[in-house]
């Protein structure tokens, strides 16, 4: 499965296969990251993470659709899509969560309430109380 389609003006930022970024990745637009990324990040818009990228960051971003590998823990203020190729090593935070069969969390996960922590400081009282952790894809339906 391939990225999702994102037109070019709807993209700020756009961190190219074969780029490496070190540090803090901030923005306040959206942001497309198809290449390596190690520290922190944080984005005021959509973050899309592409099937070949490589995240070892903890992220916090208003919306997020992940095709690629993230280690960190995620905050996500509003919607959250896993692609079926994504893989998460790290808790996951959001107001709203869909998983495409064959995507890999390892780690927990809270759903339901608007997150209201940044990332590395859970909010235990913003979360829904179901954060059980979700081993290789699947939903939260029982």
């Known amino acids: 499965m391939s990225t999702p389609i994102v037109r070019s003006n709807d993209v700020h930022t756009t961190i190219a296969r074969g780029v490496k970024v070190e540090g803090n990745l901030a923005s306040q637009g959206n942001v ?6 190690q520290g922190t ?3 005021g818009g959509l973050l899309t993470i ?8 903890n992220v916090n ?14 905050v996500i203020a509003k919607r959250l899509e896993l692609k079926a190729a994504a893989r998460i090593l790290g808790d996951i935070q959001a107001e709203a969560l869909t ?6 969390i390892n780690g927990r996960v809270a759903v339901g309430a608007k997150p209201t922590s940044s990332v590395g ?3 235990a009282t913003a979360a ?3 954060t059980r952790p979700l081993s290789t894809g699947g939903s939260l339906e029982d």
Not at 32 to 37: K, N, T
Not at 99 to 104: K, Y
């Open 121 to 123: 400081k859970p909010n």
């Open 41 to 43: 990040i944080q984005i």
């Open 32 to 37: 497309l990251v198809e290449g390596d990324v």
């Open 99 to 104: 998983v495409e069969t064959g995507a890999s």
């Open 128 to 130: 829904r109380k179901d």
């Open 50 to 57: 592409g099937q070949e990228a490589k995240i070892n960051a």
């Open 61 to 74: 971003a208003q919306e997020a659709v992940i095709s690629g590998s993230v280690e960190g823990n995620i």
